[in-house]
């Protein structure tokens, strides 16, 4: 089966750094996905980790550790427009993603 | 690159008529389409997968004669909901994956707000 734990809600502050967490259960994995998902938007790549270790791109890092089934989204200099959902999604592949229900981040100024 | 698009954005429409939303790649090949079902405040639900060509994957306890799907070339899916309930009330979203994209992942639409009264 699978099971993907990540917190519903976080809050932070603009400019500040936060760190979303997943942890996940997979009957089969290949890597782990990051979306960010803005309320009544369809969701938007984010990252794909396939490696142990940490990826950054811009504001943007995602850690993955396959031997303890977690992974952490990272995200720098908040901005307002950094409210919105992100899902962590472990799978086989593009073609066998499962997803959470998603963390919803509230940015204040 | 990597776009995919979806219509109508929006419908609303009378309880037992049926509604065809349409899925786009507009730069890639999507061998592989999904359709997803969010309600409110919930998680993406995979109702099922289709490979061009060939009929599509339902997920368990997705109505395959209520919920029709065609994956008829490279570049185009749909989704008829057939016979629609007000429960049926949701957003849909697709997704693509496939060839020329520069990642091994999925795409999405735009998604559908389909609201039936």
């Not at chain 1, 720098?76 to 959902?85: G, I, P």
């Not at chain 2, 057939?82 to 994956?97: G, L, Q």
Request: aromatic share 12%.
């Amino acid at each position: 089966g699978q099971n993907i734990d990540q917190p519903t809600e976080m809050t932070a502050t603009e400019g500040a750094i936060v760190q979303i967490n997943c942890t996940y259960q997979t009957s089969g994995f290949n890597g782990l996905f990051w979306y960010q998902q803005h309320a009544g938007e369809a969701p938007t790549f984010l990252s794909y980790n396939v490696l142990d270790g940490l990826e950054e791109k811009g504001r943007f890092s995602s850690f993955l550790s396959r031997s303890k089934g977690y992974s952490y989204l990272l995200l720098k200099e908040l901005q307002m427009k950094d409210s919105a959902s992100y899902l962590c999604a472990p799978g086989k592949g593009a073609n066998n993603l499962f997803f959470g229900t998603g963390t919803r981040l509230t940015v204040i100024p | 690159g990597a776009v995919v698009s979806q219509h109508p954005s929006r419908v609303i429409c009378k309880s037992g008529t049926s509604v065809k939303i349409e899925c786009r790649s507009l730069d890639f090949q999507a061998t592989t389409m999904f359709w997803y079902r969010q309600f409110p405040k919930q998680s993406l639900m995979l109702m099922a997968t289709s490979n061009e060509g060939s009929k599509a994957t339902y997920e368990q306890g997705v109505e395959k004669d209520k919920f029709l799907i065609n994956h008829a070339s490279l570049t185009l899916s749909t989704l008829t909901v057939t016979s629609a309930h007000p429960e049926d009330s949701s957003f849909y979203i697709c997704s693509a994956s496939g060839r020329e994209t520069s990642t091994d992942t999925q795409y999405f639409g735009p998604g559908t707000r389909l609201t039936v009264l």
